[in-house]
């Protein structure tokens, strides 16, 4: 684990997370919440589709998709602001719970997706899922 920590020590001492660090890190900390919007919002929209209808329509398609794209946003804006303090996320409780959160999910999606017959069951685990991820996400600045 030694070896973790000083990856994460030099890219914490990286020009990237100097550079975030300083007066784009408000910017950067919104961009992170729009792209979580864009992820969390259209997966519950979708996700009640599925339990509603029982299976995936169209809208839910084009729902996924915009997840896709926050999806992808937040994981590079959230790369953003783990740099400035990695190694004081990287011991965070409410990171390692949010971090795992996130394979949950991608597990869940993944069922989702390779057994329809248990579409709903999934769809309803992944409301409460990204719930607890956003609960976790707000726990990290009062945590560790």
């Known amino acids: 684990m030694l070896w973790l920590t000083g990856v994460l020590g030099s890219f914490e001492a990286s020009p990237l997370a100097d550079w975030v660090g300083g007066p784009i ?3 950067v900390s919104a961009l992170h919440i729009l792209a979580i919007g864009f992820l969390v919002a259209p997966v519950i929209l979708a996700d009640l589709r599925v339990l509603r209808r029982g299976q995936v329509d169209a809208t839910s398609i084009d729902l996924s998709r915009v997840a896709l794209i926050g999806f992808c946003a937040a994981v590079a804006t959230g790369v953003l ?9 990287a011991v965070n409780p409410a990171v390692l719970i949010k971090f795992s959160l996130l394979a949950i999910a991608g597990a869940n999606a993944a069922l989702f997706y390779l057994i329809s017959r248990i579409r709903r069951a999934t769809a309803a685990l992944s409301i409460g899922i990204w719930c607890a991820v956003l609960i976790a ?6 945590a560790g």
């Not at 996400?137 to 009062?142: E, M």
């Open 25 to 27: 890190y408000p910017l």
């Open 81 to 89: 602001l783990f740099s400035v303090q990695a190694t004081r996320y």
């Open 137 to 142: 996400g707000r726990w990290i600045a009062f």
